[in-house]
């Protein structure tokens, strides 16, 4: 199972959504950095559960325990291992799907991959549960950035077919980040109404990582592109990424996409940024600008269709319990993690490279 990520820093995720605990262990953090425990815990609120009325009924304090990597609150270089406990579990919830695979979800797959061995409970593994502590190991690494003049910041840009407005280039300091307030409030009483409903509805997050230098990352397999996806994909409800204008620049003319370079306070910049920050795999100094897909929650109390296993006979399903009708909100810090992470690892490749 592949469970780890990084070339020069590397991250190792454990644990099942209703195992007694979750954790990571982080290794590659120099020592002697100091972690704003205070900050890290407001960071990891933000994706905990059971916060407002858009969200899952599940409450989990979220706490990391730290068992490993700290003295105090300063890294000590050897590997950080931080766990948060599952207090708020209930498998029982998930007996009765124990044969009949929920549509939306891996339950099928993980059946076929693990022979029926797999912790159904919560999704187990493949829940999105375990991006707590992807969040533990992001929000250090946001940290890090931060003193590095780096910041990684995000915005809902749309729920279902209600968009946001206006030019989003700053972070948004609210619970709910949308540039427009008005087109929040209506992304908020559509969550409401799939929830009344029964349903759920996905969404579209886009991330910028500001202040980065010119030269991270590498062409080929180890782009920055390709960093960033695959570990956005490390969040079960990902489907889609694209980069600075995306699939749109596929309907553009060449001299409409390039971004011309000029001078600025003697740097070199780009007039646009159509790119997204990144050319040939490589940051060139621009915001690194990339939007990333959310499907609807798969868990829905709708009665849906499915096949008992142990029969192969047809069968109907409707999931209980307690669920997101819409993931989008608590997704953005842990897209924020995935792409701290990432920047962070080619950010300590490139200091490599500068110091050989």
């Known amino acids: 199972m592949s469970s780890r990520y990084g070339e020069n820093l590397s991250l190792t995720i454990f644990g099942q959504s209703h195992s007694t ?17 205070d900050e890290l815990n407001s960071f990891l609120l933000r994706r905990a559960p059971g916060r407002s009325d858009l969200s899952t009924a599940r409450k989990e304090a979220d ?29 029982q919830d998930y007996d009765s799907f124990v044969s009949v695979p929920r549509p939306g979800h891996a339950d099928f797959t993980a059946e076929i991959k693990y022979f029926g061995h797999q912790d159904r409970s919560g999704g187990g593994h493949f829940s999105g549960r375990l991006t707590a502590p992807l969040c533990i190991a992001g929000g250090i690494c946001m940290q890090i950035l931060k003193n590095c003049g780096i910041s990684v910041f ?19 300091a609210c619970d709910f980040p949308t540039v427009s307030a008005s087109q929040g409030d209506k992304m908020r009483t559509l969550i409401r109404s799939v929830k009344d409903a029964g349903d759920s509805v996905g969404g579209v997050i886009e991330c910028i990582v500001a202040g980065l230098p010119a030269g991270l990352g590498d062409p080929m397999f180890g782009g920055m592109e390709n960093r960033i996806s695959s570990a956005v994909f490390a969040i079960p409800a990902v489907k889609a990424i694209e980069f600075g204008d995306g699939f749109y620049s596929s309907s553009q003319l060449g001299s409409e996409n390039n971004d011309a370079f000029c001078v600025n ?34 868990s829905i109390a709708a009665v849906q269709k499915s096949v008992d296993l142990s029969t192969l006979t047809p069968a109907e399903i409707s999931i209980p319990g307690r669920h997101d009708p819409c993931i989008v909100p608590r997704a953005l ?24």
């Open 63 to 91: 706490l990391p325990e730290f068992i490993s990597g700290l003295v105090e609150t300063t890294t000590c270089g050897t590997p950080i291992t931080a766990i948060i406990r599952n207090t708020d579990a209930r498998r």
């Open 265 to 298: 306070n003697g740097i070199i910049v780009t007039n646009t940024n159509h790119c997204g920050g990144i050319l040939g795999g490589i940051t060139n100094g621009m915001p690194l600008r990339f939007r990333v897909g959310i499907k609807p929650t798969p």
């Open 21 to 37: 605990a979750i954790g990571m262990t982080l290794e590659g953090v120099p020592a002697g950095i100091r972690i704003d425990m």
């Open 154 to 172: 995000s915005r809902i840009e749309s729920i279902g077919n209600v968009r946001d407005e206006g030019d989003f280039s700053s972070p948004i």
């Open 333 to 356: 810090p842990c897209v924020e993690s995935v792409a701290a992470l990432a920047v962070y690892d080619a950010y300590l490749g490139r200091m490599k490279e500068i110091n050989r």
